[in-house]
């Protein structure tokens, strides 16, 4: 099987859409998509657009996607890239393919002086979890992760 990874176009939105679909289905929040075929052409390639996305194919058919933006880390004074999302379909899980996406990924942000490349991972996604301990990939478990979203954000914005 041959793999390779091309930067998204907006041609690639409903593939995108299936991904991050299945990707949610996946992680038990399947009934949390809101994203459209608009919304994502929109976010993704949109006039001020802060999200990149790529597409992995496996033989020439998509086979995976990944969505990152850039972030800022002022200690270090530097950019950071951070992985939004990444999918491998089920039927290529286990052949390296995410992998091929998280290098693709790190030589990103090297390519762009990023000090940090991060993401996050459900705690019981085992098997993402093996594949970030055998990168080398380091858990941030002193961290807390907070969410505003939906109405309570709109409350808090409100005042």
Not at 33 to 62: M, N, R
Not at 111 to 121: D, H, I, L, N, P
Request: include cysteine; proline fraction near 4%; charged fraction near 25%.
């Amino acid at each position: 099987m041959n793999f390779a990874i091309r930067p998204a176009t907006p041609d690639d939105v409903n593939t995108i859409l299936r991904f991050i679909t299945e990707l949610a289905v996946f992680e038990k929040a399947g009934h949390e998509v809101e994203a459209t075929q608009d919304s994502l052409k929109t976010s993704l390639f949109g006039a001020g657009a802060v999200t990149e996305a790529a597409i992995l194919e496996a033989d020439g058919v998509p086979a995976g996607f990944a969505v990152w933006f850039y972030n800022y880390s002022t200690w270090q004074a530097k950019n950071g890239l951070y992985l939004e999302d990444l999918y491998v379909s089920p039927d290529y899980r286990g052949s390296g393919a995410g992998k091929l996406l998280l290098r693709h990924l790190a030589r990103r942000a090297v390519e762009k002086g990023c000090g940090r490349f991060e993401w996050s991972v459900l705690d019981w996604n085992e098997p993402a979890i093996r594949v970030y301990d055998a990168i080398g990939a380091e858990p941030q478990t002193e961290w807390i992760r907070y969410r505003l979203a939906g109405d309570k954000l709109k409350e808090f914005a409100a005042g």
